[in-house]
């Protein structure tokens, strides 16, 4: 069955580092998006991206962060300063076209550590 | 803004008793609702999505009813087992891209 992928699994940085968290998408979908969860919080929306352009972005998505589909199959989320308050589990999703059935399936995540 | 309001946020019940868990949600302006599993420190995993102009879906033992109107979901797990501990999450999608998602309610099955 087809999955939502992500790399890596962990990522531990240092404070104002950038960082790149990646994400494979199903291979038909044409919806990407970017969640994260903030340990013992909700999963908060930040970004969705439809023929390679931003859709929506929530206010969390300030000009640190940024997204980019740089081939046919990868979808990225670079965050340029990281901050301690980054610290979060990044969750990547997708969906297909077809609006009778538009399912957001989630990848494993990437549990991100900022020191 | 939608908000997305799960109760109760932790439950306990013996193997075998069926499980109710609350969703409710601000905005009935809707397009759909899902519900999902997450294992600790684990990803989401869907289990059922209701389209606005559904009442029910059913998945095995999983069983998820939709008023929008009154903007509540319900999600029925019956036969409960002790792999149905986890935490189940609601996510509301409204007339944009993105899901708006419940606290969530910690299932705890005891054998």
């Known amino acids: 069955e087809p999955e939502v992928t992500q790399t890596p699994s962990h990522q531990v940085t240092q404070m104002g580092q950038e960082v790149i968290l990646r994400c494979v998408p199903i291979?038909?979908?044409?919806?990407f998006y970017w969640y994260r969860q903030i340990l013992g919080q909700k999963v908060e929306f930040l970004v969705s991206f439809y023929n390679n352009e931003i859709s929506e972005k929530s206010e969390i998505f300030d000009d640190q962060f940024s997204v980019e589909r740089p081939d046919g199959s990868n979808f990225t989320l670079k965050i340029r300063s990281t901050k301690l308050e980054d610290s979060a589990m990044y969750f990547c999703a997708s969906r297909g076209l077809a609006e009778s059935y538009n399912e957001q399936f989630f990848g494993p995540g990437t549990r991100l550590t900022v020191l | 803004k939608q908000e997305v309001t799960q109760i109760p946020a932790a439950l306990s019940v013996p193997e075998g008793e069926n499980l109710v868990l609350n969703c409710s949600f601000t905005?009935?302006?809707?397009?759909?609702l899902q519900w999902f599993r997450q294992d600790p420190g684990k990803g989401l995993t869907s289990l059922l999505l209701i389209q606005s102009s559904q009442r029910e879906q059913t998945s095995g033992r999983l069983n998820a009813s939709l008023d929008k109107s009154s903007g509540r979901s319900t999600l029925y797990i019956a036969a409960s087992q002790p792999g149905d501990s986890a935490t189940y999450l609601c996510?509301?999608?409204?007339?944009?891209?993105?899901?708006?998602f419940g606290a969530g309610t910690t299932v705890t099955v005891r054998a």
């Open positions: 905005d009935s302006a809707i397009y759909n």
């Open positions: 291979s038909n979908h044409l919806y």
């Open positions: 996510a509301v999608r409204s007339w944009v891209y993105k899901l708006s």
